[in-house]
């Protein structure tokens, strides 16, 4: 035995070599074994997601049954029964599209005005501070906050709820370029340079593809403040020349103590954004940012 | 080894074929009394003081020296991607005035290919933003120069699902698609495996063999400028200064003068101080 204490550790005895000869081992039964149904199901997100809505409507149910108070929790069926026949009389798509047209063209003036002030902000140095010193003013203001301004400004129409709404995306999209641009790594941006891009090329060449998992987050934050904010709007007052949106619609209903049809209302904003978050904004992911190994 | 001794006194000859006419062998590429400064958020730092040194046609020219030597500076002055505070860098005689396609760099940094590019787009991107090829026919140089690396099975993969050695292999590819006058690598194979940086140094030697382009290649390894280079550069750390230009045939060979190889002269060169003040030294 060796003394662990001792300083001098003597070298162990030396060890034959081993070699194996003729063929290795086969009997380790399968390598690869395809996992059962279940397993499979259940490694799926949206299946355990599913299971999980399943639970929710349950509960809903149950407890709105107990409670038998329409006015205050209508059951999930009723709210359910509310939902489709607001859409079979078309009354419901029609307010879903009014907020969907407005919402867009809020969001696209925001997101134009966004890449100018990024753009403006990756030239120039007084640009950069310009939009630094506006997105941390700005950012913490909710643009509903602007309505009651954007009423006088505006008047009662569509164009105070694209201001505010303009409001909503512009900064947050702004924020999440810009700190995308500034992390595209010293190695890409020579690689454009080296192959001749400058300007505006360089921009859209390098700068907007590299900055791209950023831009997609900015995109996706713009777009749930712009939800938000669209319908608290509508809200507070949503009917422009007799077209309503959504907001309005919940609005409306509640005066007249329809409330599984405000549950319908608050359903349908549910589903609308969970359309663009997973459908939309999901693909567009899947196709850029993962396909292309910047984001797991 | 004995086909790398041939091979090297081929490129030499392209430039000493006339002695008694020295215009024949015009340096491609010519850097003269280059002092290259730059400022971080503290301190002016002298990355290299007063460096000169001709690269000529077909040469590999290997700049070599420990970290802090500004090597790297050196190919970013080449690449036009910073003035010199002192001396003028030329390029076929005309001074260098910012980037351009005709020095394409390859970097050590994986990320040097676009990530939303295929390999082949990679190429193509390059070929197309620089305006030397269009469409058909980008395609089809891209094509050429992604066989000639042996990456044919992976034209159309993301560059993400490639390992470290074969992204190195597409840049390579995508800087010799240029036919740039000078290709510059900024230790390209320094973050590769010890197997992998071997079978590229071959794999680069071989391409070098087919199309004999001029390569300027900076490295802080001795036995990758001895393998690489034709003519190696050794630079002194704080500032970089030039320390000495020696010549390589590719076969480590021992010079006749000191009885040394040619690493262990190199390895004494760049060392001698630690040597002499008994610090232990390292490869």
């Known amino acids: 035995m060796i003394d662990a204490a001792s300083p001098s550790v003597a070298p162990p005895p030396p060890r034959p070599e081993y070699i194996h000869e003729g063929p290795l081992n086969q009997d380790f039964g399968v390598v690869e074994e395809p996992l059962s149904l279940w397993e499979r199901l259940y490694d799926n997100g949206g299946f355990r997601k599913t299971l999980l809505l399943i639970a929710i409507a349950a509960i809903w149910e149950i407890y709105a049954r107990q409670l038998n108070n329409p006015l205050l929790v209508p059951t999930f069926f009723e709210t359910v029964r509310a939902f489709v026949s607001a859409i079979a009389s078309g009354e419901l798509p029609d307010k879903a599209v009014n907020s969907v047209r407005l919402l867009l063209q809020g969001y696209a003036l925001g997101l134009a005005l966004a890449l100018a002030f990024t753009m403006l902000a990756m030239m120039t140095r007084i640009g950069n501070d310009l939009l630094e010193t506006l997105t941390s003013m700005f950012n913490p203001l909710p643009s509903i906050a602007l309505l009651p301004l954007a009423l006088i400004w505006f008047g009662l129409g569509d164009n105070s709820i694209i201001f505010v709404l303009v409001h909503a995306v512009l900064w947050a999209a702004a924020l999440n370029a810009h700190s995308g641009f500034r992390s595209v790594s010293n190695t890409l941006r020579m690689v454009g340079r080296n192959y001749g891009l400058a300007g505006t090329r360089f921009v859209f060449k390098i700068l907007i593809p590299a900055a791209f998992p950023s831009i997609l987050t900015g995109l996706k934050i713009g777009w749930a403040f712009a939800w938000r904010t669209l319908i608290a709007a509508e809200l507070v007052f949503g009917a422009s020349s007799g077209k309503g949106g959504l907001g309005w619609f919940i609005y409306e209903s509640k005066n007249m103590l329809d409330i599984p049809s405000v549950f319908a209302g608050l359903f349908s904003v549910i589903l609308i954004g969970l359309v663009v978050e997973n459908l939309i904004f999901r693909n567009l992911e899947i196709a850029t940012v993962r396909k292309w190994g910047m984001q797991n | ?283």
């Open chain 2, 1 to 283: 080894m004995a086909a790398m001794t041939e091979r090297s006194s081929v490129s030499l000859e392209t430039c000493r074929v006339d002695p008694l006419n020295a215009s024949t062998c015009e340096p491609l590429l010519s850097v003269s009394g280059v002092t290259l400064q730059y400022k971080t958020k503290q301190h002016l730092v002298t990355a290299t003081y007063r460096v000169s040194f001709d690269v000529m046609p077909s040469e590999r020219y290997v700049v070599l020296g420990p970290s802090g030597c500004g090597k790297s500076t050196i190919l970013k002055a080449i690449c036009g991607f910073m003035q010199p505070t002192e001396g003028t860098i030329k390029l076929k005689g005309q001074p260098i005035r910012g980037p351009g396609p005709d020095r394409v760099m390859v970097f050590q940094e994986f990320d040097q290919l676009l990530p939303w590019k295929t390999v082949k787009k990679n190429v193509m991107f390059a070929l197309e933003t620089s305006g030397r090829l269009k469409g058909r026919s980008a395609e089809e140089k891209a094509l050429e120069v992604i066989s000639k690396v042996n990456l044919t099975k992976f034209a159309d993969s993301y560059p993400h699902t490639l390992s470290g050695g074969m992204k190195q292999r597409v840049a390579i590819a995508r800087a010799l698609a240029m036919e740039p006058d000078v290709l510059l690598m900024d230790e390209p194979f320094a973050a590769l495996d010890a197997l992998t940086r071997r079978h590229m140094q071959d794999e680069l030697m071989q391409l070098w063999e087919e199309t004999r382009f001029t390569v300027l290649f900076v490295t802080h390894s001795i036995p990758e400028a001895v393998r690489i280079g034709s003519r190696i550069l050794l630079l002194s750390p704080h500032p970089g200064q030039v320390k000495a230009e020696l010549n390589s045939d590719g076969s480590d060979a021992i010079d006749p003068a000191t009885g040394l190889r040619l690493s262990e002269r190199i390895h004494r060169m760049l060392f001698a101080d630690q040597i002499e003040s008994g610090v232990p030294v390292h490869d």
